[in-house]
């Protein structure tokens, strides 16, 4: 994690910026990546399109001029082609290509749409992450991925019970569209992206990543265990073993308590066998 964004995300969720944060974490991919000249790049697409907006707009005008701008004028689209592609979780990527998935399409549109006056959070719901407004008759829930278009309760409903199964009533909807923090929002692209990089088995990337969550929400033991069983999968037994323990000392009564305890035993007997 760079020194920079080690102080993002140490510092006051309010201060955090998305766009710099995101593109820090692609700085992963791209060691020499210009962090500033993308910044710039979101600055003047904003300046563009405060240019299409009036003072007295309201907030669904608003929210329908950025849809236009960013969806029909600019192209931005869902890579439901090839979602798994790490590009998709790389802002830098995102804004050349124009083709991302729900947290990096939604980030830009935050970015954006904050620069216009609009109240935009995010929305760590089920499925895939969401954007929400606040109107004057409560809240409007948009998604980025699908072109900003508005999702009401049905549309919600429909979208959990194809995640859970099951009958899906209002209370539990709403539970679920709490506004997630700056901070919860980089955790969840870093997981997205370490999700990624697990699935191609590509534990040398999937590793730092992990690194990067851990130092950003130490209290997410599951990160721990996860590092432990990339460092085992790299033949690191002393890393992995210390990772296992740590994990099983701050969460005694998990579910994988017993595998976790086996591990821990034929590690020791590995580490053992290297002294």
């Not at 539970?175 to 929002?185: D, G, H, R, T």
Request: with cysteine; hydrophobic share 40%.
């Amino acid at each position: 994690m760079s020194e920079r964004l080690r102080q993002i995300v140490s510092g006051p969720d309010d201060d955090i910026s998305l766009a710099e944060a995101a593109l820090l974490i692609a700085g992963h991919g791209y060691p020499q990546l210009n962090v500033p000249a993308y910044l710039s790049r979101i600055e003047e697409l904003a300046s563009m399109l405060r240019l299409r907006i009036d003072e007295e707009d309201s907030v669904p005008e608003r929210i329908s001029v950025l849809n236009q701008f960013l969806f029909g004028d600019l192209g931005f689209a869902a890579n439901s082609d090839d979602y798994y592609d790490p590009r998709n979780s790389f802002l830098n990527e995102v804004l050349e290509r124009r083709r991302g998935i729900p947290i990096t399409l939604s980030v830009i549109y935050m970015e954006l749409g904050r620069k216009i006056g609009l109240p935009l959070q995010g929305v760590s719901f089920p499925g895939h992450f969401l954007v929400k407004c606040a109107v004057p008759e409560g809240a409007v829930v948009l998604d980025p991925y699908s072109g900003g278009i508005s999702l009401g309760l049905q549309d919600l409903q429909q979208r959990l019970r194809e995640v859970r199964g099951g009958e899906v009533s209002r209370a539990i909807v709403t539970e679920l569209l709490v506004s997630a923090s700056n901070k919860e929002i980089i955790v969840r692209l870093l997981r997205n992206l370490k999700a990624i990089y697990l699935r191609e088995h590509n534990l040398d990337k999937a590793l730092p990543i992990v690194n990067w969550i851990i130092a950003t929400v130490p209290e997410q033991t599951p990160e721990l265990r996860d590092r432990g069983m990339i460092y085992q999968e790299l033949e690191c037994p002393r890393a992995a073993l210390v990772d296992f323990e740590t994990y099983l000392k701050l969460s005694p009564t998990c579910e994988d308590a017993d595998d976790i305890r086996g591990r821990i035993i034929e590690l020791r007997k590995e580490v053992a066998r290297l002294n």
